[in-house]
């Protein structure tokens, strides 16, 4: 994966309204990556990393999404809990006090898609792209629920979202339906949100490197195996 960053984007303070800034209501130009995918030599590697229009190379990494645990209770341990006009995770993060809730500021969720025809994203514009080749649509569930937290509305009197006032959101599909993906398809995402205005990027995924050691040692001795795949993970 080479990334370049000779590209600007001219932005302004995202947050606006009266919402907390940023530090600066001045309109700034910052960089903005571009990533491709090569087939690259010792020595393309070490041309390309002289080159000042070059801000790294690494080597591509598998990702996988961060799910919940399951846990073990018992069928006579299991109480059916009341409705709630409001989910837990409102209060903890004092959602439910906040004067702020969203309004202007444009959310990416890079996960694993969404269903859009969920009721709790009646209203939201929805800005889809795929990066799996699998689709748009969420066939795993992960990023509806994420993006449900973040914005959704409320759903048959329960509150789900934090940032309710959220009107545009962007959905880049990054993991398939087995919650799997690539790290060159989250970096191009990372760019297409950046480039279609994202203030706020979410991304519940990790890489994984136990993946990957593991597909390369199908190749290789488990100590080279293990040292390509921490070389990978710290580009």
Not at 131 to 152: K, P, R, S, V, W
Not at 176 to 202: K, M, Q, R, Y
């Amino acid at each position: 994966i080479v990334l370049h960053a000779h590209r600007g984007l001219g932005t302004g303070e995202p947050f606006e309204g009266g919402v907390a800034t940023l530090g600066t209501s001045a309109a700034t130009t910052v960089p903005v990556p571009q990533v491709e995918l090569a087939d690259l030599t010792g020595d393309n590697v070490r041309d390309l990393a002289r080159d000042p229009q070059i801000a790294a190379i690494t080597l591509p990494m598998p990702l996988t999404m961060i799910g919940p645990v399951a846990e073990e209770t018992e069928a006579s341990e299991e109480v059916a809990a009341a409705p709630a006009a409001i989910a837990w995770g409102i209060s903890a993060v004092r959602a439910d006090t906040s004067p702020f809730d969203g309004a202007g500021v444009n959310v990416a969720v890079l996960d694993t898609g969404i269903d859009s025809s969920h009721p709790a994203f009646q209203g939201v514009t929805l800005v889809e792209q795929d990066f799996t080749g699998e689709g748009n649509g969420d066939l795993q569930g992960h990023g509806t629920h994420c993006a449900g937290t973040i914005f959704g509305r409320d759903v048959d009197g329960t509150r789900i979202g934090v940032a309710r006032g959220v009107t545009r959101a962007l959905i880049g599909k990054v993991l398939d339906g087995n919650g799997s993906g690539s790290s060159e398809a989250l970096f191009n995402a990372i760019t297409w949100a950046t480039e279609h205005g994202a203030h706020v990027v979410s991304m519940s995924l990790g890489f994984d490197f136990p993946g990957l050691v593991e597909r390369l040692s199908q190749q290789m001795p488990v100590r080279l195996a293990t040292s390509r795949a921490l070389e990978a993970y710290r580009g």
